[in-house]
């Protein structure tokens, strides 16, 4: 069974650099059959999909957010991260990791089978 | 990149159907069969219940289906239980390798 869990402070100041961590077990970050991603949601329950990467480099952004948002990966430590700069607090939601095939043999190809049970990050000085 | 459109609420008694709307474009819905659908109870991460439009994860009873129609997907839940009171959204591949997902319908089960 994956598991996946955030990690990461739950209150940032504005304008600094929201920084998480998504600690993976019961399975490998370093397969080409998945990408690791990360999805908020907002106070109002609003999904937004943020990016995902994969162990082979390919690596995927919310337009709205590329000149901000950055992915990368510790195949060593199965673990992925996000790091967000400049926020506002717009950015305040829950961020959730995910698991989502990428290929047509991954389980649940172009869909999120396993979640992070997610984590509040606030942004407020 | 605008959210997919879904109602923001729909309802229905036990044992009725529930059909839930996901409206996009050509650059989303209508150009892939890369669908899938979430549920949500309160204070819990969503949980995969349909994917590729119409494909169910191991464990998500028949009960939940999905379908397409031009620019718009569905979700149709049979039989309505009690647990399946909750918060349903929908999520689309998209152009540039991108994904969106639709606002959200909360489903009461009268």
């Known amino acids: 069974q994956v598991q996946l869990q955030e990690s990461g402070p739950g209150q940032v100041r504005p304008s600094e650099t929201l920084s998480l961590r998504c600690a993976v077990s019961g399975g490998s970050v370093n397969t080409d059959d998945y990408y690791w991603g990360w999805i908020r949601q907002t106070p109002g329950g609003v999904l937004e999909w943020i990016g995902n990467?994969?162990?082979?480099?390919?690596?995927f952004y919310r337009p709205s957010l590329s000149s901000r948002v950055s992915l990368s990966m510790d195949t060593s430590r199965n673990q992925f991260s996000l790091s967000l700069t400049s926020v506002t607090a717009a950015d305040t939601a829950v961020y959730f990791c995910?698991?989502?095939?990428?290929?047509?043999?991954?389980?649940?190809?172009?869909?999120?089978?396993?979640w992070g049970q997610g984590l509040l990050v606030t942004v407020s000085s | 990149q605008s959210a997919l459109t879904q109602p923001p609420s729909a309802s229905g008694s036990p044992g009725q159907s529930v059909t839930i709307s996901c409206s996009g474009t050509s650059s989303d819905v209508g150009a892939y069969d890369y669908v899938s659908w979430y549920q949500q109870h309160p204070g819990q991460a969503p949980k995969l219940i349909i994917y590729r439009l119409t494909m169910r994860p191991s464990g998500v009873p028949d009960r939940f289906s999905g379908s397409k129609s031009g620019n718009t997907a569905s979700l149709t839940v049979s039989g309505l239980q009690a647990e399946d009171d909750a918060y349903y959204y929908c999520c689309s591949f998209a152009d540039h390798n991108t994904l969106i997902f639709g606002g959200g319908t909360k489903l009461t089960v009268l």
């Open positions: 990467l994969c162990s082979n480099g390919n690596k």
């Open positions: 995910a698991r989502r095939g990428r290929t047509i043999y991954s389980d649940a190809f172009v869909a999120f089978d396993y």
